[in-house]
């Protein structure tokens, strides 16, 4: 058989037999073009299958050599990883696959690093509690056997410190944390969503111990109810259904969901949470200690008054608390020149906020 340089992949060949399978991989052009992407993204498999066959019937697919495209992206070059049988000719039958490196599959699958700790997190009690079992699973998990900790549903309002505390519990046992928004999860087309619900569970399965961390859960597990408003409704909830009953069997992987409405989940996956903890508002103590661990770190001093502090900010979350009023009160002593935070600036940050809070009228007068 004639056979080529490893410049050229295939050569055309009447006598080689049909290729029933190859398994190509981008790998980039032969020239340095430093305004060109080593890297393309596969759209449809499928309509790539059919591009490829269509241009490269009729040419000897050879293992380790390359095949390159002539049509849309001339000269870029695609490894032959295998061929089924070796040295055999591409045909209208031959199955085409590409392997998408997984840097760029799970481009949104990514683990969170952080320095926060538990000691960081004020309140909210109930969940350091919870979180206490898990790391006990996670530093001895087969002391656990059957009774081991899998699904925990985190629920309440925003920036009581659902996210926060996964964060420090991730950074304090040192194990990956795949924190991800519900909504990225959401595919463009039919089978895309069950395929990244899929990869992000097999991924933190093979980085266990790990913890994956699915905010505004309720954004892809809704209530069947809603299958009328969103048409992939069915798919998304049975293939996280299915991952989360999976999971069993993977040993040291914990499933956290969180939720500001826990009414709108479907029930089937409601019911896949062994707990479910309310992320509950500060009280005054807790407004307090919060009001006072985030004012030691602000870059200006602050003559500011605690207690009246408190007074004005209840029923605001934590978030609130250091978002609304103290950053934008930091903001505006900077603003005006001064190198001092006074409760002028406090003053300020209410009146722009957009909380509502029946107790704020008449604490400065």
Not at 75 to 103: C, E, G, H, L, R
Request: hydrophobic share 40%; with cysteine.
């Amino acid at each position: 058989m004639k056979t080529t340089n490893q410049k050229s992949t295939v050569i055309k060949n009447e006598d080689a037999i049909i290729a029933e399978h190859i398994l190509l991989k981008p790998a980039g052009y032969p020239f340095d073009f430093t305004l060109m992407d080593d890297n393309i993204e596969i759209t449809d498999t499928a309509l790539f299958e059919q591009y490829a066959r269509d241009q490269w019937s009729g040419l000897v697919a050879c293992e380790d050599s390359f095949l390159f495209d002539q049509k849309i992206i001339p000269d870029y070059a695609f490894k032959i990883m295998s061929v089924t049988p070796n040295n055999s000719i591409i045909s209208d039958t031959t199955k085409i696959q590409i392997i998408i490196d997984d840097i760029d599959k799970n481009k949104d699958i990514n683990t969170i690093k952080t320095n926060l700790t538990l000691s960081d997190i004020v309140g909210q009690e109930n969940a350091k509690n919870k979180v206490k079992i898990i790391k006990k699973y996670i530093e001895n998990p087969e002391s656990f056997g059957l009774w081991a900790p899998k699904n925990i549903l985190f629920y309440g309002l925003p920036g009581t410190g659902k996210t926060m505390l996964v964060k420090a519990l991730a950074n304090e046992l040192d194990v990956p944390l795949y924190l991800i928004k519900a909504t990225s999860l959401i595919g463009d087309h039919v089978g895309d969503s069950a395929s990244k619900i899929h990869e992000l569970f097999e991924k933190a399965s093979k980085n266990s111990p790990s913890i994956i961390f699915i905010d505004e859960i309720d954004a892809i597990a809704l209530h069947r109810i809603f299958q009328s408003l969103r048409g992939d409704v069915s798919e998304i909830v049975n293939s996280l259904l299915t991952e989360m009953d999976g999971i069993s069997e993977n040993t040291a992987v914990i499933t956290i969901g969180a939720t500001n409405n826990p009414s709108s989940l479907d029930y089937a996956v409601r019911s896949r949470f062994e707990e479910e903890i309310e992320f509950k508002l500060p009280n005054d103590k807790e407004r307090f200690e919060i009001f006072e661990n985030n004012i030691k770190t602000m870059p200006l001093k602050c003559d500011l008054d605690i207690n009246k502090l408190v007074k004005i900010s209840k029923n605001m979350s934590g978030r609130d608390i250091k978002e609304k009023i103290l950053k934008t009160s930091l903001h505006h002593a900077i603003a005006n020149n001064r190198d001092e935070i006074l409760m002028d600036d406090i003053d300020y940050a209410i009146s722009v906020s957009k909380i509502k809070n029946t107790d704020i009228k008449g604490m400065f007068e």
